[in-house]
């Protein structure tokens, strides 16, 4: 059994393991006081136009989504993505289906 500490897991990229999707790095990891387990990863929202309309919301993972903690990424599955999180399309219709 190997062992991960806490920021260790800041270095670690989340993938969507449903489409393959790059969703960023955890910033955040929300820990139970009481039981002292893991209840959950967050990912914190990109600025909206550089930052002067806010942030969209942050994404919250929690434990019971992430199906394997390797050693550069984290595969997540059954996560709705927020609005921000969407992927993005070109500027130019035609170039975005190459």
Known sequence: MSSCRVTDLRHKEIINSA??????????????T???NMVSVIIYGKP???GL?????????RWENI???GHDTVLISGVPLPQGRRKAKGFIPFLTSL
Request: proline fraction near 0%; aromatic fraction near 12%; charge should be negative.
């Open 19 to 32: 489409d393959g999707c790059r969703l960023g790095y955890i910033d955040d990891v929300e820990i139970d």
């Open 53 to 61: 309309l806010g942030r969209y919301e942050d994404l919250v993972i």
């Open 48 to 50: 909206k136009f550089f």
């Open 34 to 36: 009481v039981t002292a």
């Open 67 to 69: 199906e394997l903690i």
